[in-house]
């Protein structure tokens, strides 16, 4: 065997559909590659969007699949991106706007999937703050919703009527309504209730193709399932 230095290049890549992301040790390095990669997808009858391909360092971060990815004092960090969180604020926007006639309770039902969806989306990364940031700004959404259907009564009143104390709460989006002979609440969910949960790594050497590791598979499916029960 011979005596020279082995060369790692520290170049991965990170691919989702047709999304993917090229890191390297250097920016040198990257632009070497990145002919690479256009001559890899021109054989293949694709090509290589100058205007979404960004070469860029890690403490200036990235955003991919909404995540947006950065180093911040040596730390790397997953957060939602800039884009995401204006996409969801302008689609929350969008419900609340578009059913000014709408019951409480059909508005709850439309925005809680809506809520949900996305906080389940984000909540294996640093999203905690940015999740009670969105819950403000909708509560305020909320509140010129009710005002504006009532310019007859009250502030006291639209906030009785729409809103209700839960523990520390005071401005909880909530109905109760009779139903079955009982009282039912509809509530609307805080993207601060979801828990954020760290995502737990796949074993490297783990293989869903053999046998020897159906067991490892079948537990951490299992332990997802029961997370998502607790937390619907």
Same mark, same amino acid.
């Given at each position: 065997?011979?005596?020279?230095?082995?060369?790692?290049? /520290?170049?991965?890549?990170?691919?989702?559909?047709?999304?993917?992301?090229? #890191?390297?040790?250097? *920016?040198?390095?990257? $632009?070497?590659?990145?002919?690479?990669? #256009?001559?890899?997808?021109?054989?293949?009858?694709? =090509?290589?969007?100058?205007?979404?391909?960004?070469?860029?360092?890690?403490?200036?971060?990235?955003?991919?699949?909404?995540?947006?990815?950065?180093?911040?004092?040596?730390? @790397?960090?997953?957060?939602?991106?800039?884009?995401?969180?204006?996409?969801?604020? $302008? %689609? @929350?926007? !969008?419900?609340?706007?578009?059913?000014?006639?709408?019951?409480? !309770?059909?508005?709850?039902?439309?925005?809680?999937?809506?809520?949900?969806?996305?906080?389940?989306?984000? *909540?294996?990364?640093?999203?905690?703050?940015?999740?009670?940031?969105?819950?403000?700004?909708?509560?305020?959404?909320?509140?010129?919703?009710?005002?504006?259907?009532? #310019?007859?009564?009250?502030? $006291?009143?639209?906030?009785?009527?729409?809103?209700?104390?839960?523990?520390?709460?005071?401005?909880?989006?909530?109905? #109760?309504?009779? /139903? +079955? !002979?009982?009282?039912?609440?509809?509530? @609307? &969910? /805080?993207?601060? +209730?979801?828990?954020?949960? &760290?995502?737990?790594?796949? %074993?490297?050497?783990?293989?869903?193709? +053999? !046998?020897?590791?159906? $067991?490892?598979? +079948? %537990?951490?499916? =299992?332990? &997802?399932? &029961?997370?998502?029960?607790?937390?619907?």
């Amino acid at each position: 065997m011979g005596k020279g230095k082995f060369y790692f290049p /520290k170049v991965n890549l990170i691919r989702y559909a047709d999304d993917f992301v090229v #890191t390297a040790g250097s *920016k040198g390095l990257l $632009e070497e590659i990145k002919p690479l990669i #256009t001559d890899f997808l021109t054989q293949r009858g694709l =090509s290589l969007s100058e205007e979404k391909t960004l070469v860029t360092h890690i403490c200036e971060g990235f955003d991919f699949l909404g995540f947006n990815i950065r180093k911040y004092n040596g730390k @790397l960090l997953i957060k939602p991106s800039k884009k995401s969180r204006r996409k969801i604020g $302008e %689609k @929350l926007h !969008g419900i609340i706007s578009g059913n000014k006639s709408a019951t409480q !309770g059909q508005l709850i039902g439309l925005l809680n999937p809506v809520i949900t969806g996305w906080g389940n989306y984000f *909540k294996h990364v640093v999203s905690k703050d940015i999740f009670a940031a969105i819950d403000h700004v909708l509560v305020l959404q909320l509140k010129r919703w009710a005002f504006r259907r009532h #310019t007859d009564k009250s502030r $006291e009143w639209v906030k009785n009527k729409y809103f209700q104390t839960e523990g520390n709460r005071k401005w909880v989006f909530a109905q #109760t309504v009779e /139903k +079955d !002979g009982g009282k039912k609440t509809y509530t @609307l &969910r /805080k993207l601060a +209730d979801i828990p954020i949960t &760290r995502h737990l790594k796949i %074993k490297m050497e783990a293989n869903p193709f +053999d !046998g020897d590791w159906y $067991e490892y598979f +079948d %537990k951490r499916q =299992s332990a &997802r399932l &029961r997370f998502a029960t607790r937390n619907v």
